[in-house]
Structures are given as structure tokens and as C-alpha cells.
């Protein structure tokens, strides 16, 4: 599986976007990039996946470049509960191939 | 109840022990997983179960046994287990479709003596 790079940890203000970068330059043509979230000692909980168009759900959206080398998930209205870690995945399908790095501390600041 | 649940939420237990850790999925997935939480580390995926077979054992310790009777319950059963083997204990399940997402539960907390 492709590996992914994540800023250690982002700051952001409450009310305002948060905007999390990720890096996949070595990702394949079927790997999907999956975002999910782990707030404090809590289990990881799914934000939003793609392949190659942009998806947006009800949590956040999703933009993946042209090349599909870089992502970044955007939360479009951060609020204090959204103050969790966020790891980037690539993989061809979730199954036994999610492969969790460091991620990025986001703090949502009041 | 709805979504993935797991008993007991704290565990404490001595290396000479013998406990069972439990996991229940009411999202009618068939792929089941153990990951394993150290402080300050990365999750470490232990255990597949697709169907209830195991399909993936990331070189995890004998001292780790895993059970799953059917797709809906999985369990991590812990015997003569070390300090070092104290964190959180996280249960997950996936329906194993091409873009299966996985659902995680809210963990054990372990704290071996």
C-alpha cells in the first residue's frame, strides 16, 4: 500500500475551515484515499473515502488532485468536537489493508 | 443497540491471568478485526476474520488468541500476558465490499501488571 504523509499537528478556529493536508505521491491507480478520525481514546471513526473525484458528505469533503498525489480533507465549520486525530489511508480496499500512521492532531480552538 | 460494541471498556488483570475480551457487530458486516493501541503509537492491526475464518494474523504473540463463533462476534482471549501488552484493544467490522469501510468500536482499555 501507498504511504501517506500528515502534518504532525494543525490548529484551527472554531466556526472557521479546517483544512487537513495529505500526501500520496506513490498511490496506484486502485487505491482509494480513506480519511478517518480518532478523537481521545475513543475508536477511529470514518469521515469519507475517494478515488478520484471529489466526494462530500454530511461530516466533510474531499478533494483529490488531478495526479491523485496529494488529498486534503476539509471540515467546513470546525467545531470543539471536531478536536481529534485525523489519518489519511490509501489502500485498494479497506479490509485487512487500512494501515494506520501517525495522523495530524487537529485542535479546534474557541 | 446499533453499531459495533465491546466489553469490558477497562480491564486490569496480572500476567498469570486469563481473561476474554468481547466484541459484538449489529451492522450485519461479515469481516471482523482486532487492532492494538500502544501509548503514543500507531494502530496495529492483529486479527482478520472474513466469514469467520481467519484470514490474517499479523504475527501476534500465542498469548493473543482470537475466536469468532459467527459474523456478528469476535473475541481476543489473554493469558500469561506481559506489561508491555497494556493498551487499548480496538474491535472493528466491515461488510467487505470493494470500498468496505470499517466500523470501529470504542475499545478495551488494558492494563496488564
Same mark, same amino acid.
Given at each position: 500500500d501507498?504511504? +501517506?504523509?500528515?502534518?504532525p *499537528?494543525?490548529?484551527?478556529? =472554531?466556526? &472557521?475551515?479546517?483544512?487537513?493536508?495529505?500526501?500520496h505521491s506513490t498511490i496506484?491507480?486502485?487505491?482509494y484515499?480513506y480519511?478517518?478520525r480518532?478523537?481521545?481514546?475513543?475508536?477511529?471513526q470514518y469521515i469519507?473515502?475517494g478515488l478520484?473525484?471529489n466526494e +462530500?458528505?454530511e461530516m466533510? *469533503?474531499l478533494i483529490?488532485? =488531478?495526479d &491523485?498525489?496529494?488529498?486534503?480533507?476539509?471540515?467546513?465549520h470546525?467545531?470543539?468536537?471536531?478536536t481529534a486525530v485525523?489519518?489519511?489511508?490509501?489502500?485498494?480496499?479497506s479490509?485487512?489493508?487500512?494501515?494506520?500512521g501517525?495522523?495530524?492532531?487537529l485542535t479546534v480552538?474557541? | 443497540?446499533?453499531?459495533?460494541t465491546?466489553t469490558?471498556r477497562?480491564?486490569?488483570?496480572?500476567m498469570?491471568?486469563?481473561k476474554?475480551l468481547k466484541?459484538?457487530?449489529?451492522?450485519?458486516?461479515?469481516a471482523m478485526?482486532?487492532?492494538?493501541?500502544?501509548?503514543?503509537?500507531?494502530?496495529?492491526?492483529?486479527?482478520v476474520?472474513?466469514f469467520?475464518?481467519?484470514?490474517?494474523n499479523?504475527?501476534v504473540?500465542?498469548?493473543?488468541s482470537?475466536e469468532?463463533?459467527?459474523?456478528?462476534?469476535l473475541?481476543?482471549?489473554?493469558?500469561?500476558?506481559?506489561?508491555?501488552?497494556s493498551?487499548?484493544?480496538?474491535?472493528?467490522?466491515?461488510s467487505?465490499t470493494?470500498?468496505?469501510?470499517?466500523?470501529?468500536?470504542?475499545g478495551t482499555?488494558l492494563t496488564v501488571?
Amino acid at each position: 500500500d501507498a504511504k +501517506t504523509t500528515q502534518p504532525p *499537528s494543525m490548529d484551527c478556529a =472554531e466556526g &472557521r475551515a479546517a483544512n487537513l493536508p495529505c500526501n500520496h505521491s506513490t498511490i496506484s491507480g486502485n487505491e482509494y484515499v480513506y480519511w478517518y478520525r480518532q478523537i481521545h481514546s475513543q475508536g477511529p471513526q470514518y469521515i469519507i473515502h475517494g478515488l478520484k473525484n471529489n466526494e +462530500t458528505n454530511e461530516m466533510a *469533503s474531499l478533494i483529490i488532485t =488531478e495526479d &491523485r498525489k496529494s488529498s486534503t480533507l476539509i471540515l467546513p465549520h470546525a467545531t470543539l468536537r471536531d478536536t481529534a486525530v485525523y489519518y489519511c489511508i490509501v489502500g485498494e480496499t479497506s479490509g485487512s489493508r487500512l494501515t494506520f500512521g501517525e495522523g495530524t492532531q487537529l485542535t479546534v480552538n474557541p | 443497540e446499533t453499531g459495533v460494541t465491546q466489553t469490558p471498556r477497562h480491564l486490569v488483570m496480572g500476567m498469570t491471568n486469563k481473561k476474554s475480551l468481547k466484541c459484538e457487530q449489529h451492522l450485519g458486516h461479515n469481516a471482523m478485526y482486532w487492532y492494538k493501541q500502544s501509548a503514543k503509537k500507531p494502530l496495529e492491526l492483529m486479527f482478520v476474520y472474513n466469514f469467520k475464518e481467519q484470514t490474517e494474523n499479523n504475527s501476534v504473540p500465542s498469548r493473543f488468541s482470537p475466536e469468532c463463533p459467527n459474523s456478528s462476534h469476535l473475541f481476543l482471549h489473554l493469558h500469561t500476558l506481559q506489561p508491555e501488552d497494556s493498551a487499548l484493544y480496538l474491535c472493528a467490522s466491515s461488510s467487505r465490499t470493494p470500498t468496505d469501510t470499517q466500523y470501529f468500536g470504542p475499545g478495551t482499555r488494558l492494563t496488564v501488571l
